[in-house]
């Protein structure tokens, strides 16, 4: 998949857990599994466009390692706040699939980088 795919995949990422925030209701725990959700989701794609970037290959592996750890961390939030039955908020399924996917594809991206890293290097 080319980078400009994955960052127009990552933005909608974000766009759509904002839109997915804004029907929390104003609680306290809503508020605080929210704003975790954001910060996460919206780093995702921050991330990568600083993977796309990077100035070595290791550079690139350390910032795709992160991109992974920002959604497998996304795919935690929207779990706890699906899972807990609290809030009913449509749409959170194919948003908690999408943080799957993402999580799925940036593990395989730096798996594969840092095995033609090792290639090179030989």
Avoid: H
């Avoid at 997915?20 to 921050?46: C, Y």
């Avoid at 795919?75 to 609290?86: F, G, Q, V």
């Amino acid at each position: 998949m080319n980078s400009e795919i994955l960052k127009k995949r990552t933005f909608d990422f974000a766009l759509s857990v904002v839109d997915l925030i804004d029907e929390m209701p104003k609680t306290m725990s809503a508020d605080v599994l929210s704003r975790q959700l954001l910060r996460s989701s919206t780093s995702v794609g921050a991330n990568y466009r600083a993977a796309c970037k990077a100035k070595s290959t290791p550079d690139f592996i350390n910032k795709l390692k992160i991109v992974e750890e920002e959604a497998d961390e996304s795919e935690y939030w929207l779990s706890i706040i699906r899972d807990s039955k609290k809030f009913k908020i449509k749409n959170i399924d194919v948003v908690l699939k999408e943080a799957g996917e993402l999580n799925k594809i940036y593990s395989a991206s730096a798996r594969t980088a840092k095995s033609n890293n090792k290639i090179t290097k030989s």
